[in-house]
């Protein structure tokens, strides 16, 4: 299969572990920033293997909102979903979104221009596919994964080194026993070996400015007919830029705002 080559082209070289932890401490430096009314902007680009293709897939850009200690919010505009893309906000447990094409053939009620649910809840974190930044324990274990080092480029006006290297799903389970992969799955058995490739350009203030993984996702579906490939490859490229900046990500317009569940009556 084509992208069996594909992914094993970008997986790293096998070589001694760098001491990343001892030199480095990303993890610490974004908890640092976690505070109210402040985050950081994002732009993610993601592309997946199916149907003998990778898919076209335009970036979702927007702001991650931080509160203590924790992301509290987010607002993100996705090109990729209805007609001409929607913007969601997702406060707490919370979303809302909107369309930027209204849809003609299903319109909401006169006057309201945002739908609000609770489910899916919303997923507030900062990753690249299983590579997790707001979760300390994961990005620290990550880090510890290390078998390269190198000066790297600048982004968002920042020199910066790039970290890389492969960390398995079980060692990523076991730095977050709540990681799920396919449908919601535990990445244990057959899984437990199967490796995400990840590299970091880390700035000198130790913030993350780029954060790329190249992973296979299970295709653990029981309802997959039997011609399904039993796995994707997956690409996400997130770029992070204006840490600290400030953010105060409010709900919309509660006279605009139309429950999911109204809809559904």
Request: hydrophobic share 35%; with cysteine.
């Amino acid at each position: 299969m084509a992208a069996v080559l594909l992914m094993a082209a970008s997986t790293v070289t096998a070589g001694p572990a760098v001491r990343a932890d001892a030199v480095v401490d990303p993890a610490g430096a974004i908890q640092r920033q976690l505070v109210p009314r402040h985050g950081v902007k994002i732009v993610q680009h993601s592309r997946m293997y199916s149907f003998g293709g990778w898919s076209a897939v335009k970036p979702v850009r927007g702001v991650v909102g931080f509160g203590k200690g924790k992301i509290v919010a987010t607002d993100l505009k996705n090109p990729n979903l209805a007609l001409a893309g929607t913007r969601n906000i997702c406060i707490g447990k919370r979303g809302y979104e909107s369309y930027v094409k209204p849809n003609t053939d299903d319109p909401l009620p006169p006057g309201k221009t945002w739908v609000t649910y609770d489910w899916p809840p919303c997923r507030l974190f900062l990753k690249s596919g299983h590579v997790s930044l707001s979760d300390p324990a994961t990005l620290r274990a990550v880090l510890a994964t290390t078998t390269r080092k190198r000066p790297a480029g600048v982004y968002d006006g920042v020199r910066t080194s790039l970290y890389e290297g492969a960390i398995t799903f079980a060692q990523l389970y076991k730095a977050n026993p709540d990681m799920r992969i396919g449908f919601r799955s535990r990445p244990t058995g057959k899984y437990a070996t199967w490796k995400v490739s990840w590299r970091l350009w880390i700035g000198r203030d130790q913030l993350v400015r780029r954060a790329w993984s190249s992973w296979r996702e299970p295709n653990d579906s029981r309802d997959r007919s039997a011609g399904d490939d039993p796995y994707y490859p997956c690409v996400e490229d997130l770029r992070l830029s204006n840490w600290g900046m400030k953010v105060d990500i409010q709900p919309p317009p509660a006279d605009e705002t139309v429950a999911v569940e109204e809809l559904d009556d």
